[in-house]
């Protein structure tokens, strides 16, 4: 995850959120129920993070990844991304968030 460039704050860390976080925050409001997505961190409300299905991820070991085989790796990563697919997500300065969120 690279740093973004903030108007406010310059350059700061990234928090992954997705469509309707992002909306929220753009309104002004922290939102009341946020869910951390385990193998991303991506905080997401509680529609799109019933949306995705960690089951399927929960004995991925990210730790071992590096003994899998080429094509083990691009059946991980093409589930992962059909997975993912299904939620729009976006990135917000931590800064940013972080403001919203001492307001709220
Ligand atoms: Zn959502
Ligand atoms: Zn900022």
Same mark, same amino acid.
């Given at each position: ?21 992002? #909306? ?22 509680? #529609? ?22 080429? #094509? ?9 991304? #059909? ?18 969120? %001492?307001? %709220?």
């Amino acid at each position: 995850m690279s740093p973004i460039n903030c108007a406010e704050h310059g350059l700061s860390d990234t928090i992954q959120v997705c469509e309707h976080i992002h #909306a929220e925050l753009s309104a002004g409001h922290f939102p009341g129920e946020i869910h951390i997505d385990p193998i991303f961190w991506i905080k997401l409300c509680a #529609a799109c993070y019933g949306k995705i299905d960690f089951e399927k991820f929960k004995d991925l070991d990210f730790s071992a990844l590096a003994e899998r085989t080429d #094509a083990e790796l691009e059946e991980i990563e093409e589930n992962l991304n #059909a997975s993912y697919l299904v939620v729009k997500t976006s990135y917000w300065c931590g800064e940013c968030y972080r403001d919203i969120q %001492s307001r %709220s």
